[in-house]
């Protein structure tokens, strides 16, 4: 596609409840990015795939989280027992190259509230 | 702890005047970007600078690195309301990592 689509763009979910969030990145990018913004704060990494795999999960912030990629293309990332302090803007970016020597090009995010 | 940080946090001017915004770095880069984002969605990638160029530009921006200081300025001249925005530095290739490190960002504020 054009860009990077993420859906959806809002979501409202329970406490305790599991949620994906759905990346489409760019046709061709081999890169995608997972990262984490709170309210007024900075992006906080989260996960990248180079094609499908994952060579850096470090910013998971713990096992409640996980990711996939499938055919090198879209992603999807899971919150299981969803508590209060996921509530952010998840956002996904992809690029041509891990060196990210062309600059990321990001979605539009989703907003997560968790009540 | 981060490894860019923006400075000032918050910025207000006159449409019309030039705004400059820093960041400083604590590791060695093999880039540093410059992001802009509207609303508190997506980012839009704005300039690159390698770790062996001291200045760029791009329209209305020049970006300026020092990696003697670990440290970039992006300048804005001629400000326009549509430039209101928050403006985040990133750094890539810190420590071998195939991944752009964000600092805390400048909210920008261009009143008319």
């Known amino acids: 596609g054009a860009g990077v689509s993420q859906s959806p763009s809002n979501k409202v979910t329970e406490k305790g409840k599991d949620v994906e969030l759905r990346c489409d990145p760019i046709?061709?990018?081999?890169?995608l990015y997972w990262y984490r913004q709170s309210l007024g704060q900075g992006l906080e990494f989260l996960i990248y795939?180079?094609?499908?795999?994952?060579?850096?999960k470090s910013g998971l912030p713990s096992d409640r989280f996980s990711a996939e990629r499938t055919g090198g293309s879209v992603s999807t990332l899971t919150i299981q027992r969803t508590q209060q302090e996921d509530s952010a803007v998840y956002l996904c970016?992809?690029?041509?190259?891990?060196?990210?020597?062309?600059?990321?090009?990001f979605g539009s995010g989703t907003r997560l509230t968790v009540v | 702890s981060q490894q860019g940080e923006e400075d000032p946090q918050a910025l207000s001017i006159q449409e019309g005047e030039n705004a400059t915004m820093n960041c400083s770095y604590k590791?060695?880069?093999?880039?540093l970007q410059w992001y802009r984002q509207n609303s508190g969605r997506g980012l839009v990638h704005l300039i690159l600078?390698?770790?062996?160029?001291r200045e760029k530009h791009s329209g209305r921006l020049r970006v300026t690195l020092d990696t003697s200081k670990k440290s970039s300025s992006l300048l804005i001249t001629a400000s326009r309301a549509a430039d209101t925005a928050s403006y985040f530095c990133?750094?890539?290739?810190?420590?071998?990592?195939?991944?752009?490190?964000f600092g805390q960002g400048t909210r920008l504020t261009i009143n008319p």
């Open positions: 970016a992809s690029s041509l190259f891990t060196a990210g020597g062309r600059g990321y090009t």
């Open positions: 990133a750094t890539d290739g810190v420590q071998g990592a195939q991944k752009l490190v």
């Open positions: 795939f180079q094609g499908n795999s994952a060579p850096d």
């Open positions: 046709s061709g990018h081999t890169a």
């Open positions: 590791t060695s880069i093999n880039n």
């Open positions: 600078i390698r770790s062996n160029e």
